[in-house]
């Protein structure tokens, strides 16, 4: 059961123990197993591992945390805007989107979330392990988490099955059979963390539908409307979304390049 946005739950502290784990593990079990770390390549691996441990939590904080956009009060789409090329209508009876429960026009890509009670700005989903909405505020945050984490299980994987495949025999101690089954165990933690951080980034980069839509303006377009026009600050937790939710630039205002002769 789903508790209110920013609220503590079960997932979270699932989330929050699986990367403990998993840190504790590749850190202070497979890296001296393998390169020890009184070696300047056990220190240098350890170090950018607890960087790139860092920058999950980090960013997994913020996107518990941050609110992924709300509708503000008494919002009326302008119908008769020249500039805003696209409005979004029910597809039955053609009127403009309005919720019924809160009361209120739906601006472009808004839509209700039923846990949260309440119309989220360019919603995409409500994930159980951030206990919030993905939206227009914290898209790209939860965007850059998951690709922390997949990044981070790539790098554990490797250093776990590098630990594993350098490890001889003969040194091994009575009470090493502990340390090899927390190994396997994280290995196995570590697939499960890649398969969902694949899925929650393939949710998180769904845009709508699977047919060409209005607000598709291509890749790199559509990378600097949820990660900002500065490419240096792509990967950081900052908030540099382009808008401010309520209106989205279309295909429509792209001009369309006239042809060579």
């Known amino acids: 059961m789903g508790g209110r946005q920013g609220y503590l739950t079960l997932p979270i502290f699932s989330v929050v123990a699986a990367i403990g784990y998993v840190y504790y593990t590749t850190v202070f079990v497979a890296v001296p197993r393998w390169l020890g770390l009184s070696t300047a390549a056990g220190v240098a691996n350890a170090t950018a591992f607890t960087a790139l441990a860092a920058a999950c939590l980090a960013t997994y904080a913020v996107a ?108 091994e101690q009575p009470g090493s059979d502990s340390s090899r089954t927390s190994i396997k165990f994280k290995i196995v933690i570590n697939g499960l963390q890649y398969h969902e951080g694949v899925r929650a980034m393939w949710l998180a980069e769904k845009g709508g539908d699977l047919y060409h839509h209005p607000y598709d303006l291509g890749v790199y377009e559509n990378l600097i409307s949820v990660l900002g026009p500065n490419i240096f600050c792509w990967l950081c937790p900052v908030l540099n979304t382009v808008g401010n939710g309520l209106r989205y630039r279309t295909s429509y205002d792209i001009p369309i390049s006239t042809p060579p002769m």
């Open 64 to 171: 518990v945390r941050r609110d992924p956009g709300r509708v503000p009060p008494g919002f009326v789409p302008d119908v008769e805007d020249a500039e805003s090329t696209v409005h979004e209508i029910k597809r039955k009876g053609g009127d403009l989107r309005y919720c019924q429960k809160c009361c209120h026009y739906k601006p472009p890509r808004a839509h209700h979330c039923r846990v949260c009670k309440r119309c989220v700005l360019k919603m995409d989903h409500h994930c159980i392990w951030i206990n919030n909405c993905v939206g227009h505020e914290n898209y790209k945050i939860f965007l850059v988490f998951v690709l922390y984490a997949v990044v981070a299980s790539f790098y554990a994987l490797i250093l776990i099955i590098g630990s594993v495949l350098h490890s001889v025999p003969k040194d």
